[in-house]
């Protein structure tokens, strides 16, 4: 009975450590989608002039990359190495092995936020500003994000 238990136990406790990684997967996907929506769907746009300049949903854009810069530092634990990624992207084990690194990138795009943050008024400075937030993402993505298939 008592080893019945354990394993029973034992069981839960794993499938506990599943459900919590597969939250900090979903929770990183949503995160990143959301940058992606910001920078792709409001931003640029603007920023090519196919859509008017409009501070209230450049600020809420700005602010959700701000979120998103605050939460990078723990989005990516080491239990989630092994975890599985759905779509078309996976965090590289760069991510891990390099922690150095990627915190570093972390900092300067959590950097360009805050500056853009303060600086973006108007077209002008969201054309100025806006090519070095692309920059940023790119410049994690290019290491620390791996493209499936
Ligand atoms: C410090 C590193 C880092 C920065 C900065 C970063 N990303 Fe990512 N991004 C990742 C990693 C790692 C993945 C793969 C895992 C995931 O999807 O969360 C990813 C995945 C993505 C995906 C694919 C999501 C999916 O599964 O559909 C999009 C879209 C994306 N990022 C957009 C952006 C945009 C836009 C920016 C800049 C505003 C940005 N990211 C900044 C690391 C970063």
Redesign the pocket.
């Known amino acids: 009975m008592k080893r019945v238990l354990l394993v029973a136990g034992a069981l839960l406790l794993s499938v506990g450590v599943g459900v919590a990684q597969q939250d900090a997967?979903n929770g990183?996907?949503d995160?990143?989608?959301a940058?992606?929506?910001?920078?792709?769907g409001v931003l640029s746009p603007m920023f090519k002039g196919d859509k008017p300049y409009d501070q209230a949903a450049v600020d809420a854009a700005l602010t959700q990359?701000d979120d998103?810069?605050k939460k990078?530092p723990t989005?990516?634990p080491a239990s989630m190495k092994d975890a599985k990624?759905?779509?078309?992207?996976?965090?590289?084990p760069k991510?891990w092995e390099d922690k150095a690194g990627?915190d570093a990138?972390?900092a300067?795009?959590a950097k360009a936020?805050t500056e853009a943050k303060a600086k973006i008024k108007d077209l002008d400075s969201l054309k100025a500003n806006f090519p070095g937030?692309?920059k940023?993402?790119?410049?994690?993505?290019e290491t620390?994000?791996?493209k499936k298939g």
Do not use: Y
């Open positions: 997967v990183a996907q995160a990143m989608k940058n992606g929506k910001n920078l792709g990359l998103t810069a990078l989005m990516f990624w759905e779509g078309d992207f996976s965090p590289s991510i990627f990138k972390v300067s795009f936020v937030i692309g940023e993402c790119g410049g994690c993505h620390f994000r791996v």
